[in-house]
């Protein structure tokens, strides 16, 4: 039998554009609301207005009475959801539904329905004086050695607190579900970023086995974690489906989406640092709190990255969650990271500038030999790389480390940079792959794609494992009716799903191979398996090219219609025994106009050592995608609430500023030669998230040295700059 070998370079490892491309330019793609299902009813939510409280009553008589309204839910005792229905636990909660013929009349009866509440004291302010902090679950209180006794005999001290405002995933695509019943037999059109949870959660929900659940998703039009768990408002379709029996589609409205499918929470951090004057960190202190929900449980995994990016004889770690009345945040890109990141990428900065020693050369000075929150040696590490490669693009030499004094014009320039990790994330996951008689493949597997371009990756590494040309491989996801996979999110997907794809193709390819040299008819016949190759779907003899047949052949001749293989990969212990992360590092250049204090950032530059790098096409066009995330973070992004209802009050795209062209500037992204076998077999890391979590700091720190005012609140306003 052939040795499973790592990816060959022949296709992973190219440029290759979208394969999905076509049908999405032309509009072919069908994303959930897209799906036509015959004799579809149209369901709207409505949704509280107050924060705290339960419902006293609902008048629904000019709602149902309105042409066109199928039914008015105001009881959803029927189906499981996430909080009581029969109390009211955040500002936007579905107390009511409309169903109706069309989607105007759901609308316009949605709009009728009166309710009145027992409102009752509410609290969503992170900072009031009654929001308690609460010890997280998940991450525990960490000390090495004696902390605050270093710090009280530290040389050189930084010690500020950081806060980032709310923000919204506000994805292109609305939430979408489509719902039918067959019986007892349930199918929903969705978009969700995972397939296998989505199934169950609907199971759940109406009490019926796992196994009478569809889920279909194959396209997510961005969602940037929104979508990563199952929301109300999709059992609230499968439940209006049920009671109606008949198909229902609900969508919701942009100003829902503020409140029904989580957010980036709230964030309160201390991060001190003191370090000798040789620039030799002595101790760090971190102390993290973000909002989450009373009726749930969220944590923002921002302890990470200050306990082990840097070389720190003693370090205190702390985080905190204050449950307020408000709806349960949740994963958005680099989640807890990005936080965790601005607040000691902040810090090392400002260490840098009190030190007068250059903020990559501090980095350098502190680069650790191993992972000093765990013990654990590094799978690979090469941030010191980075960061020497990416100044050196950038031309981070030229810059001039007082700030403030350099302009152009009216515009004072600043160039700052920040570091970034992110753990690599691994996961058990099934793949079923088919060599067809006409010799093509077909590879199937329950995983998503919300835009990273998972239909193309996977592509790439199964042709190259099969020996296939791409055209000749056909990926298919978003289907419960396939084996399973994890969440698509935390960059796992390259990792877990590739890695299932890898080695199911590579078992697949080696059967084949085993099939021909033991069968007397097939040109292969009496070689060693570890002798015989596959290109373009022909085995040949590695010693003798001419002598080989194709897949089809041998499927041909032995009356095969096809052969297959399905495989679970499952990770091993390594992330036991070793700290797996990706690396980057981020150099950014802004101009503030030296007047109106309005801040426009003129170029990022990142270099990243993510592993492997499966398609350097869609590498870069991740890069971008986070840099422009990271640009609103920074800058534009903030949910303003109305403490008095817990109201969104900039629910929209108009109010709620994110980035558009006029605010990108030139963009770039290079990324190490490398791979993680320690990992998963074909090397990869991950770098979907990566890409965002140092931008914030790096940009923070570049309007620190156009300006000289060190601001530790995002987003960086034109008031906080005055």
């Not at 995994?301 to 205190?316: C, E, I, N, Q």
């Not at 191993?370 to 013990?375: E, K, L």
């Amino acid at each position: 039998m052939t040795q499973p070998q790592r990816v060959a370079p022949d296709i992973v490892g190219r440029p290759i554009v979208r394969v999905d491309g076509p049908l999405k330019v032309t509009g072919r793609a069908r994303y959930a609301a897209d799906n036509p299902v015959q004799g579809v009813a149209h369901a709207v939510l409505v949704c509280s207005t107050v924060a705290a409280g339960a419902v006293r009553d609902i008048d629904a008589t000019s709602a149902a009475a309105h042409p066109g309204v199928l039914r008015v839910f105001t009881d959803f005792a029927a189906v499981k959801l996430p909080f009581d229905p029969t109390t009211v636990s955040f500002f936007g909660q579905p107390v009511a539904m409309v169903a109706a013929e069309s989607l105007e009349a759901a609308t316009h009866g949605a709009a009728l329905v009166q309710v009145r509440y027992h409102q009752a004291a509410q609290l969503t302010d992170i900072d009031a004086p009654g929001a308690f902090r609460h010890p997280a679950e998940n991450q525990k209180d960490y000390v090495r050695g004696n902390p605050e006794a270093a710090l009280g005999t530290a040389a050189v001290v930084t010690d500020h607190r950081y806060s980032i405002a709310r923000n919204n995933h506000n994805p292109m695509e609305l939430p979408a579900t489509v719902a039918s019943w067959d019986g007892d037999r349930l199918t929903v059109w969705d978009k969700v970023q995972s397939i296998v949870s989505a199934r169950e959660a609907h199971a759940e929900a109406h009490g019926i086995p796992v196994d009478n659940v569809r889920v279909i998703s194959p396209f997510v039009g961005g969602a940037f974690g929104s979508a990563g768990q199952t929301w109300p408002h999709q059992l609230l379709a499968s439940f209006a489906a049920r009671q109606l029996r008949r198909p229902v589609k609900l969508i919701l409205t942009r100003k829902q989406t503020y409140t029904g499918i989580g957010y980036r929470p709230t964030s309160r951090q201390r991060l001190a640092i003191g370090a000798q004057r040789s620039g030799h960190i002595q101790v760090t202190v971190h102390e993290g709190a973000t909002e989450t929900a009373r009726y749930g449980h969220y944590e923002d995994g921002l302890t990470a990255s200050p306990k082990f990016l840097y070389t720190s004889p003693h370090m205190r770690s702390t985080y905190r969650v204050v449950p307020l009345d408000v709806n349960l945040p949740t994963y958005m890109r680099g989640p807890g990271a990005t936080t965790g990141a601005f607040a000691l990428e902040s810090a090392m900065d400002d260490l840098a500038h009190l030190l007068n020693i250059d903020p990559v050369e501090l980095r350098l000075r502190n680069e650790p030999d191993h992972d000093q929150s765990t013990g654990l040696p590094f799978s690979t590490r090469r941030l010191a790389e980075c960061l020497r490669r990416g100044a050196d693009t950038f031309g981070w030499s030229r810059r001039n480390p007082v700030p403030g004094v350099v302009r152009d014009g009216d515009q004072l320039i600043g160039i700052g940079m920040a570091a970034a990790g992110y753990h690599t994330s691994r996961s058990e996951s099934d793949v079923l792959v088919r060599i067809n008689g006409d010799g093509s493949a077909e590879v199937q597997t329950a995983t998503s794609d919300m835009g990273p371009g998972t239909y193309t990756s996977m592509t790439q590494v199964a042709a190259d494992a099969l020996g296939l040309p791409m055209s000749r491989v056909r990926f298919a996801l978003g289907d419960s009716n396939y084996p399973k996979a994890p969440s698509h999110s935390g960059s796992r997907t390259m990792a877990s799903v590739g890695s299932a794809v890898f080695s199911a193709c590579t078992s697949l390819r080696d059967r084949m191979i085993r099939t021909a040299v033991v069968d007397p008819a097939s040109p292969l016949n009496a070689a060693h398996p570890d002798e015989v190759g596959v290109a373009d779907g022909r085995m040949f003899l590695r010693g003798n090219p001419s002598r080989g047949e194709t897949y089809r052949d041998l499927l041909h001749r032995r009356g095969w219609p096809a052969s297959d293989a399905e495989q679970t990969w499952t990770p091993d212990d390594a992330d036991q025994r070793y700290s797996m992360y990706a690396y980057g590092a981020v150099y950014a250049e802004v101009a503030v106009d030296a007047a109106l204090r309005i801040v426009r950032v003129r170029r990022l530059h990142a270099c990243y050592d993510a592993g492997r790098v499966v398609n350097p096409l869609l590498a870069q066009s991740q890069a971008i995608g986070g840099m422009v995330g990271g640009i609103g973070m920074a800058l534009l992004e903030r949910a303003e609430l109305d403490h008095r209802d817990g109201r969104v009050v900039n629910a929209n795209l108009s109010d709620y500023l994110v980035p558009v062209n006029a605010d990108i500037p030139r963009l770039g992204a290079e990324f190490l030669t490398a791979e993680d076998t320690i990992a998963d077999p074909i090397g990869v890391k991950g770098l979907g998230e990566i890409v965002i979590v140092g931008v914030p700091a790096a940009i923070a720190n570049a309007v620190f040295n156009a300006t000289g005012k060190r601001v530790t609140d995002l987003p960086i306003t034109v008031e906080k700059l005055l």
